[in-house]
């Protein structure tokens, strides 16, 4: 049986077509994630998040949904004001542990569902990022930050408070990282910790299970509880690690380690053999030991296939090498008898079932965006979004590069009437193997512009995932090429199939990625469009590779250090082509993007004002790669549709 139980309280309702859905609408949504299935398939726990703009921010309780009643309304379980999430059951289902910074800060509380008050379990004076129970209850894994020295919690804390008190201001740094995604290295790291409950259910001393290694647990800046999971018998935890070391920045050999719960035995390396990638540890019911691994070091968009290690045998075999889709989430159902995975497919993030014997995979969800997932005995219960309300929107194929099939979406407008031409906003995804596919943005939100009244075209270029993974490969070393050509067929194709767009009133707007190519676009296509928007956007790759962090991906794709390879660097350098700018520009960046810096912006707005072509900067102080503050991302979409309503006449 599959459930499906986040679209109906998220997604804007289709049959309102007299309103136009704003910005206003988007940010105000209530988003739904972390599903997490009673172990007896009764109930679902979930997180739903809804924003509160008088504060400026998202705040988070965690709610209940009886699977066994029909057509049943999910109850609020949690409502403080402060932020609740990470639901996690007990194995009797009866009690729910979760995260909450309800005391101050991030900490696990306990619910009966019997009834009655929620109650603290840990009292620790570090924030807990993340949290898992083990399979008898009878403790939990937890991890927080700390520095590697500190023999307590204590310590780490007063360290921190430390500087505060210092009027010297300045940090001293050794190796890299430096800084990562929007935060100043301080030298901790997140540690994998374990603590007993008690008979009252508070949890005692924390245990520092992974402290012996030079790593983060879970990873930074994304990773989470997939990064760790416990023994079927709950004696041990495996969790996913990077070694950090001085190569660190230009590393992404993440191996799974072993570890006693009880501390009695040093982490052991279990994938020393494969120097790529190896995450998401899975236990089946059998104590088998699925996970996702990757095959070329240094290439985070490598196709994940999934492994399976036989507890019986020690055994390891490629379950998934045939199938060319790249896994990025991985489960398993109770009884371990088939996994279960989400992958991107044509335009789709789909959910597959994997039979363990066989390792062939079945598509359960092919439709839509499969955000997440989790499985009973009988069921399986996913988190559902799709682009398809309330504008229309269409798939699309066409031959881009070489004659070869690419894939592309147009939608409505706002208010369309047949027999008119409406401008176009023609959005470029980031990644760059990345997709604007079928699923709901929050930052590039489609309906939006579409709201706005314009017609939106958004093509999977070569280098977008779900199409194979030679497609996936094909941009490495190619930036400005394959995709340059997929973007200009692509809009060549939508404009001649679809007669009620206007191809003479366009704008190319994008993000990361999409920003270098609008950025290329402004000199190698610089006169197809009426306006651009570049969020985010490098501007310079030369300058970029020394003032990013995480170097593995520029050396990936230009093919080596730019000391080493300064031609693959300056290939598809949009700095270079500046001479032949002359497209207004709208250009966009935060302050705390340390993927980006700020400094590519600064040089594009520079290079537009000295050139005398109309441009515009916008710079967010307090965002970083994301705009993720409610009333900023109002400001965003406001500045960026004005941008197009000055330039696009309509």
Same mark, same amino acid.
């Given at each position: 049986?599959?459930?499906?139980?986040?679209?109906a309280?998220?997604r804007?309702d289709?049959?309102?077509?007299?309103?136009?859905?704003?910005?206003?609408?988007?940010?105000?949504?209530?988003?739904?994630?972390?599903?997490q299935?009673?172990p007896?398939g009764?109930?679902v726990?979930?997180v739903?998040?809804?924003?509160?703009?008088?504060a400026?921010?998202?705040?988070?309780d965690?709610?209940?949904?009886?699977?066994?009643?029909?057509? #049943?309304?999910?109850?609020r379980?949690?409502?403080?004001?402060a932020n609740d999430?990470s639901?996690r059951w007990?194995p009797?289902s009866?009690?729910l542990y979760f995260?909450?910074?309800?005391?101050?800060?991030?900490?696990?509380? +306990?619910?009966?569902l019997?009834?009655?008050?929620?109650? +603290?379990?840990?009292?620790y004076?570090l924030?807990?990022?993340?949290l898992?129970?083990?399979?008898?209850?009878?403790?939990?894994?937890? $991890?927080?930050?700390?520095?590697?020295?500190?023999?307590?919690l204590?310590c /780490?804390?007063?360290?921190?408070?430390?500087?505060a008190?210092?009027?010297?201001?300045?940090?001293?740094?050794e190796?890299?990282?430096?800084?990562?995604w929007?935060?100043w290295?301080?030298g901790? &790291?997140?540690?994998?910790? /374990?603590?007993?409950?008690?008979?009252?259910?508070?949890?005692?001393?924390?245990?520092?299970? !992974?402290? !012996?290694?030079?790593?983060?647990?879970?990873s930074?800046?994304?990773?989470?509880?997939?990064?760790?999971?416990?023994s079927?018998?709950?004696?041990?935890?495996?969790?996913? #690690?990077?070694?950090?070391?001085?190569?660190?920045?230009? $590393? /992404?050999?993440?191996?799974?380690?072993q570890?006693?719960?009880d501390?009695s035995?040093?982490?052991?390396?279990?994938?020393?053999d494969?120097?790529?990638?190896?995450?998401q540890?899975?236990?089946?019911?059998?104590?088998?030991l699925a996970?996702?691994?990757q095959? +070329?070091p240094?290439?985070?968009?490598?196709?994940?296939h999934?492994?399976?290690? !036989?507890?019986?045998t020690?055994?390891?075999?490629?379950?998934?090498? !045939?199938?060319? &889709?790249s896994v %990025?989430?991985l489960?398993?159902m109770?009884?371990?008898?088939?996994?279960?995975?989400?992958?991107d497919?044509?335009g789709?993030? #789909?959910?597959?079932s994997?039979?363990?014997?066989?390792?062939?995979?079945?598509?359960?969800?092919?439709?839509g965006?499969?955000?997440?997932?989790?499985?009973?005995?009988?069921?399986?219960?996913?988190a559902?979004?799709?682009?398809?309300?309330?504008?229309?929107?269409?798939?699309?194929?066409?031959?881009?590069?070489?004659?070869?099939?690419?894939?592309?979406?147009?939608?409505?407008? =706002?208010?369309?009437e047949?027999g008119?031409?409406?401008?176009?906003?023609?959005?470029?995804?980031?990644?760059?193997?990345?997709?604007?596919?079928?699923?709901?943005? =929050?930052r590039?939100?489609?309906?939006?512009?579409?709201?706005?009244g314009?017609?939106?075209?958004?093509?999977?270029f070569?280098?977008?995932?779900?199409?194979g993974?030679?497609? /996936?490969?094909?941009?490495?070393?190619?930036?400005g090429?394959?995709?340059?050509?997929?973007?200009q067929?692509?809009?060549?194709?939508?404009?001649?199939?679809?007669?009620?767009l206007?191809?003479? &009133?366009?704008?190319?707007?994008?993000?990361?990625?999409?920003?270098?190519m609008?950025?290329?676009?402004?000199? %190698?296509w610089?006169?197809?469009?009426r306006?651009?928007?570049t969020?985010?956007?490098?501007f310079?790759?030369?300058?970029?590779?020394?003032?990013?962090?995480?170097?593995?991906?520029?050396e990936?794709?230009?093919?080596?250090?730019?000391?080493? %390879?300064?031609q693959?660097?300056?290939?598809?350098?949009?700095?270079?082509?500046?001479?032949?700018?002359?497209?207004?520009?709208?250009?966009i960046?935060?302050e705390?993007?340390?993927?980006?810096?700020?400094?590519?912006?600064?040089?594009?707005?520079?290079?537009?004002?000295?050139?005398?072509?109309e441009?515009t900067?916008?710079?967010?102080?307090?965002?970083?790669?994301?705009v993720?503050?409610?009333?900023?991302s109002?400001?965003?979409?406001?500045?960026?549709?004005?941008?197009l309503?000055?330039?696009? %006449?309509?």
């Amino acid at each position: 049986m599959l459930a499906s139980f986040a679209d109906a309280a998220a997604r804007p309702d289709a049959a309102a077509g007299s309103k136009a859905f704003t910005v206003d609408d988007l940010v105000r949504l209530k988003r739904l994630t972390d599903p997490q299935a009673s172990p007896d398939g009764r109930y679902v726990a979930f997180v739903l998040r809804e924003t509160d703009m008088d504060a400026n921010r998202g705040r988070t309780d965690i709610w209940l949904l009886d699977l066994t009643q029909k057509n #049943a309304a999910a109850r609020r379980l949690t409502t403080s004001p402060a932020n609740d999430t990470s639901p996690r059951w007990a194995p009797d289902s009866r009690t729910l542990y979760f995260l909450s910074s309800r005391s101050g800060h991030s900490q696990v509380w +306990r619910l009966p569902l019997a009834g009655g008050e929620a109650t +603290r379990v840990t009292d620790y004076p570090l924030d807990i990022g993340s949290l898992a129970v083990s399979p008898h209850a009878d403790l939990i894994a937890l $991890s927080m930050e700390v520095f590697p020295d500190c023999m307590d919690l204590q310590c /780490t804390k007063d360290r921190l408070e430390g500087p505060a008190k210092d009027k010297a201001a300045a940090r001293v740094y050794e190796r890299m990282f430096v800084r990562h995604w929007d935060t100043w290295s301080n030298g901790t &790291r997140a540690h994998l910790f /374990t603590a007993r409950l008690a008979a009252d259910g508070t949890a005692g001393v924390p245990l520092d299970v !992974s402290g !012996s290694l030079d790593a983060d647990v879970p990873s930074k800046p994304f990773g989470g509880d997939e990064d760790f999971a416990f023994s079927p018998d709950g004696s041990a935890l495996v969790f996913s #690690a990077r070694i950090a070391g001085r190569t660190e920045p230009w $590393s /992404t050999n993440f191996d799974l380690f072993q570890v006693p719960v009880d501390g009695s035995g040093a982490p052991r390396n279990l994938t020393a053999d494969n120097p790529a990638w190896d995450a998401q540890p899975v236990f089946l019911h059998n104590g088998d030991l699925a996970w996702l691994a990757q095959d +070329r070091p240094g290439f985070e968009s490598d196709r994940f296939h999934v492994m399976l290690k !036989s507890a019986r045998t020690g055994s390891v075999r490629a379950l998934t090498k !045939s199938w060319d &889709r790249s896994v %990025n989430r991985l489960g398993a159902m109770p009884d371990g008898r088939s996994l279960l995975a989400t992958a991107d497919d044509l335009g789709q993030q #789909a959910l597959y079932s994997i039979d363990v014997a066989s390792g062939t995979p079945r598509k359960l969800v092919g439709t839509g965006q499969v955000s997440d997932y989790c499985a009973t005995k009988d069921s399986v219960v996913f988190a559902l979004a799709d682009l398809g309300a309330p504008a229309d929107f269409e798939q699309f194929s066409f031959r881009g590069w070489n004659d070869e099939t690419v894939y592309g979406y147009v939608m409505k407008p =706002y208010g369309f009437e047949s027999g008119k031409r409406y401008p176009i906003a023609f959005l470029v995804h980031g990644g760059p193997q990345s997709s604007f596919q079928n699923l709901w943005h =929050y930052r590039w939100n489609a309906q939006t512009f579409a709201g706005g009244g314009y017609a939106v075209v958004l093509i999977d270029f070569h280098g977008s995932p779900g199409y194979g993974q030679a497609f /996936t490969d094909s941009i490495s070393g190619d930036w400005g090429g394959k995709p340059l050509v997929d973007l200009q067929k692509g809009l060549a194709a939508a404009i001649a199939s679809y007669p009620w767009l206007d191809g003479e &009133r366009a704008c190319a707007l994008g993000a990361s990625y999409g920003g270098f190519m609008t950025n290329w676009i402004a000199g %190698n296509w610089p006169d197809r469009f009426r306006c651009l928007v570049t969020h985010d956007g490098t501007f310079d790759q030369r300058m970029m590779y020394y003032s990013t962090e995480e170097l593995w991906f520029a050396e990936w794709e230009s093919g080596g250090p730019q000391y080493e %390879n300064p031609q693959a660097y300056e290939k598809f350098n949009p700095v270079a082509w500046v001479a032949k700018w002359r497209t207004p520009m709208l250009v966009i960046h935060g302050e705390q993007d340390f993927r980006i810096p700020y400094t590519q912006a600064l040089g594009a707005f520079t290079a537009l004002q000295r050139r005398g072509i109309e441009s515009t900067l916008l710079l967010f102080p307090d965002e970083n790669h994301w705009v993720l503050k409610p009333a900023n991302s109002v400001l965003w979409y406001r500045t960026v549709l004005g941008w197009l309503d000055q330039h696009l %006449n309509r």
